[in-house]
Structure formats: C-alpha cells, structure tokens
C-alpha cells in the first residue's frame, strides 16, 4: 500500500514538472514571437512608404501592407499581456490563432514570389504560433 502512494507522489510531482515545464517553454515562445511580430509589425508601419514597396517579394497595396503591420504588433501584444495580467488570458490563444492565420498567408505569398525554400520561415513562425494556440487553450478548457 505505502508503494501505491509513493508512486502516485512520484507522477503528480512528474506531472507537476511537467506542466511548469511546459509553461516556461510556452512563455519563451510567445516570447519570441512577440518580438519577432512587434519588430515586423512595427517596420511595416514605421519605415517610408518607397523603401517598404522596394522590399516587396510582390506588389501589394501599401494600406494592405500598413494593415498586416497593425495586425501584427496588436497581435505581439496579444501574445504577451493578457497571460501576464491575467485579464481576460482566453485573448492569448485567439491573438496566437490569428497570427497563425495570417502566417498562412505569408507562406502562400512566399512560395508564389520566392520559391518554397524561404517559404519555410513564416511556416515555422506560423506552427509556433499554433504550438501556442494549442498550448494556451487546452490549460483554457482544463481549468
């Protein structure tokens, strides 16, 4: 009986491990990724309109392109201050899903103007982005 409750111990400690574990690797993602999307996001909004059409893979409108860096640097905040705050955290995995999205787009856009090989950059952004979706909204429906 006493090894039962000995090893019971033993996994709610692993599992308490685990879930800690798990916390810091989802933080460190959002992280990261809040500051790779307030970067972007940010020169997408900040730099001169010639200079940002001269970098672009594809002609695109420049208010789209201003949009997707709104897009962006709201969504680096919402990877960031709703879990930190603890005020309304539900908007973490919904700012993380709607970066994932636009990552989709990005891809396809990438593929179409420069080939697969520097597609693969917003996919990984992108799945991380769905690592914290997944991550964030699963503690969500536990709780």
């Known amino acids: 009986m006493r090894n039962v409750v000995i090893n019971q111990q033993a996994r709610a400690n692993l599992s308490v491990r685990q879930q800690r574990m798990r916390s810091v690797t989802l933080w460190i993602i959002q992280g990261a990724l809040a500051l790779l999307f307030l970067f972007t996001g940010g ?5 001169p309109t010639t200079v940002l059409q001269a970098q672009l893979a594809l002609p695109l409108p420049i208010w789209f392109i201003r949009a997707i860096g709104v897009v962006e640097a709201v969504g ?7 879990q930190l705050t603890r005020i309304k955290p539900w908007l973490t995995p919904l700012a993380a899903g709607g970066l ?7 891809t396809i856009v990438t593929v179409i103007a420069l080939g697969v090989a520097p597609a693969l950059m917003p996919l ?12 964030r909204g699963t503690r969500r429906r536990s709780a």
């Open 43 to 47: 020169f997408k909004l900040l730099v």
């Open 76 to 82: 680096a905040l919402g990877l960031i201050l709703p």
């Open 100 to 106: 994932a999205l636009e990552m989709v787009g990005a």
């Open 124 to 135: 990984v952004v992108g799945l991380l982005a769905v690592f914290v979706v997944y991550g």
